[in-house]
């Protein structure tokens, strides 16, 4: 018959229990690993069916557009220029195969405070050329350092505007205007009546909330077709919205 543990081997017993019962109840209450079941863990918990999209620029590399269409992909915005001449290595290469795919395709534009911004906007549109069933324009406004020789040629939402008119008036839709919080707090919250494409990691936007059409949640997601991170964004609506975007011009026919 086994002998009773003595008074020392009790308490030595009983921690040990304790210890393991206060484990058990820490883990049940720690997150899961990915299952099948799970969550897409670069999306933001937000009710469906908000559709998911890229943008991608060189950076990114070579890109499997049929991988990238099949991994719960809708949309994407691929850079095309900067300035006033500079143009994205791999933009020509992204725009025709993204429309070989069933993603929606749209082109954007980095604005500097360097060059004039019709200089910009006409670069912009002789590189962009028609548009096919393709999602608006969009603008990216963010830059807050200043031009090598200290000045500037317009104030920012000056800028911004005559960006926007030229390729409204040539497209016949109005560009989306992509910015962070800083910029827009320290150059566009006089700017009303435009669509906004919000950067707001992990955390749903709490400016712009009437104007938000894009949201930028992640700039480290990751799907298949791409090496490395990408950034991730969320339409506000579903596909119906997506697909209501879409604008043709200013004549038929793409790249």
Not at 53 to 60: I, K
Not at 101 to 109: D, K, N
Not at 160 to 170: P, S
């Amino acid at each position: 018959m086994a002998r009773w543990p003595n008074k020392k081997m009790r308490r030595v017993i009983s921690i040990t229990m304790f210890a393991i019962m206060v484990a058990a109840i820490i883990v049940g209450k720690l997150p899961r690993g990915p299952s099948s079941s799970s969550p897409d863990l670069n999306s933001p918990h937000l009710t469906s069916p908000m559709p998911i999209g890229v943008d991608v620029s060189h950076h990114q590399g070579a890109i499997d557009w049929d991988k990238l269409a099949a991994d719960r992909v809708s949309f994407a915005y691929i850079k095309a220029t900067e300035g006033g001449d500079w143009l994205d290595t791999r933009f020509a290469e992204n725009w025709r195969a993204a429309k070989r795919t069933s993603i929606a395709r749209g082109a954007y534009h980095y604005f500097t405070l360097c060059t004039p911004a019709d200089t910009q906007a006409a670069h912009f549109i002789k590189t962009l050329g028609p548009l096919d069933n393709d999602l608006p324009p969009a603008l990216d406004v963010e830059q807050m350092e200043p031009c090598s020789d200290g000045s500037t040629l317009q104030t920012p939402a000056e800028g911004v505007g005559i960006f926007l008119d030229i390729v409204e008036a040539h497209y016949g839709v109005r560009p989306i205007i992509y910015t962070t919080r800083d910029f827009h707090d320290a150059h566009l919250q006089s700017m009303s009546g435009e669509r906004f494409w919000v950067s707001s990691i992990h955390n749903q936007p709490d400016w712009r909330t009437k104007d938000w059409v894009i949201w930028q949640f992640s700039h480290r997601g990751t799907r298949a077709g791409i090496h490395g991170a990408v950034d991730m964004n969320r339409l506000k609506g579903d596909t119906e919205t997506l697909s209501a975007m879409r604008v043709s011009g200013p004549e038929q026919g793409g790249r």
